[in-house]
């Protein structure tokens, strides 16, 4: 059974007549009627009776009209969602992400998603760690990956600025303060977890620095981390942008600073829709520095 015999089948009925039919659809009546009679065949019982005055539908052809409706509704609401969603009407964007962009990089973007396209749904997924954020991006789970720069990546890899990172602790500074090597190297520091992604960028601001941190606390979330360091338990790195602003008194640059480009990467390019989601983030004012005005080498993994 075809779309196109139901079709048939509702014209005819809705026309009176297999001529009236034939030239609505555009079709020799002499396929519409050949169309009609195998699908009768398949149904094992007529549909449709000729008579005087037109076509008159039978027992099963009153039976079957319904359904044929139905099932026509049906495939017309299946194009009609395909298109909004090509169009960019409606459908979900599907984001991975790590979970320190997660909460600092994207909530901005994503009330400015729901303002500009709020018939669509933008589901966010996060991971602990850019390997697994790249593995899940490699296996096509999402739409589209916003986080630090994959290595080796084919796809499309578009950069959307540099994340600062800043030490966190128990006391206040003024705006725009720097953490000294020498102070950092004689502190009690909070550490992350190997699953945790931060942990290698401690690794690597540490060791740009010339000293290995004294852990007195680990944990897995960039959240737990900073709050530890507020209580006074040790100093604590993170991406600026996922220090809350109440407590942005208590961050402070590293040195002349150390930063981490993020970029939005796909495996292919992305949907329409993935694309407009992209598109607004290179556009937006995200909480990021331009790369053109860091030095190479305060630039992270």
């Given at each position: 059974?075809?779309?196109r015999q139901l079709e048939y089948f509702l014209a005819i009925w809705e026309s009176g007549s297999f001529s009236g039919a034939a030239t609505r659809l555009y079709v020799t009546q002499p396929?519409?009627?050949?169309?009609?009679?195998?699908?009768?065949?398949?149904?094992?019982?007529?549909?449709?009776?000729?008579?005087?005055?037109?076509?008159?539908?039978?027992?099963?052809?009153?039976?079957?009209?319904?359904?044929?409706?139905?099932?026509?509704?049906?495939?017309?609401?299946?194009?009609?969602?395909?298109?909004?969603?090509?169009?960019?009407?409606?459908?979900?964007?599907?984001?991975?992400?790590?979970?320190?962009?997660?909460?600092?990089?994207?909530?901005?973007?994503?009330?400015?998603?729901?303002?500009?396209?709020?018939?669509?749904?933008?589901?966010?997924?996060?991971?602990?760690?850019?390997?697994?954020?790249?593995?899940?991006?490699?296996?096509?789970?999402?739409?589209?990956?916003?986080?630090?720069?994959?290595?080796?990546?084919?796809?499309?890899?578009?950069?959307?600025?540099?994340?600062?990172?800043?030490?966190?602790?128990?006391?206040?500074?003024?705006?725009?303060?720097?953490?000294?090597?020498?102070?950092?190297?004689?502190?009690?520091?909070?550490?992350?977890?190997?699953?945790?992604?931060?942990?290698?960028?401690?690794?690597?601001?540490?060791?740009?620095?010339?000293?290995?941190?004294?852990?007195?606390?680990?944990?897995?979330?960039?959240?737990?981390?900073?709050?530890?360091?507020?209580?006074?338990?040790?100093?604590?790195?993170?991406?600026?942008?996922?220090?809350?602003?109440?407590?942005?008194?208590?961050?402070?640059?590293?040195?002349?600073?150390?930063?981490?480009?993020?970029?939005?990467?796909?495996?292919?390019?992305?949907?329409?829709?993935?694309?407009?989601?992209?598109?607004?983030?290179?556009?937006?004012?995200?909480?990021?520095?331009?790369?053109?005005?860091?030095?190479?080498?305060?630039?992270?993994?």
């Open positions: 059974m075809q779309l396929s519409l009627s050949q169309q009609i009679r195998i699908l009768e065949k398949e149904l094992g019982s007529a549909l449709l009776e000729r008579g005087r005055h037109g076509v008159t539908l039978t027992p099963a052809g009153r039976a079957f009209l319904p359904q044929a409706q139905r099932v026509l509704q049906a495939a017309q609401e299946a194009k009609d969602a395909v298109r909004q969603v090509t169009e960019g009407r409606r459908g979900d964007v599907h984001v991975l992400t790590v979970r320190s962009v997660a909460s600092g990089v994207l909530p901005p973007s994503a009330a400015r998603w729901h303002s500009l396209f709020p018939t669509t749904v933008l589901r966010l997924h996060d991971f602990s760690h850019r390997r697994d954020l790249e593995e899940a991006a490699r296996s096509g789970q999402g739409d589209l990956a916003v986080g630090p720069r994959p290595s080796a990546w084919d796809g499309p890899a578009v950069s959307l600025g540099y994340e600062q990172m800043v030490v966190v602790g128990p006391n206040e500074h003024e705006s725009g303060a720097a953490a000294e090597p020498a102070e950092l190297a004689s502190a009690d520091w909070v550490l992350y977890e190997p699953e945790q992604g931060m942990s290698e960028v401690v690794d690597w601001v540490t060791a740009g620095l010339g000293f290995a941190p004294r852990a007195v606390a680990r944990t897995g979330q960039v959240s737990a981390a900073l709050q530890f360091a507020i209580e006074g338990i040790g100093m604590a790195v993170a991406p600026e942008n996922a220090v809350p602003s109440a407590w942005s008194k208590h961050a402070r640059r590293i040195g002349s600073g150390y930063f981490r480009e993020l970029v939005a990467f796909s495996r292919k390019q992305p949907s329409q829709l993935a694309e407009e989601y992209r598109t607004m983030l290179t556009s937006a004012e995200l909480p990021l520095v331009a790369g053109h005005e860091l030095p190479p080498d305060a630039l992270c993994c």
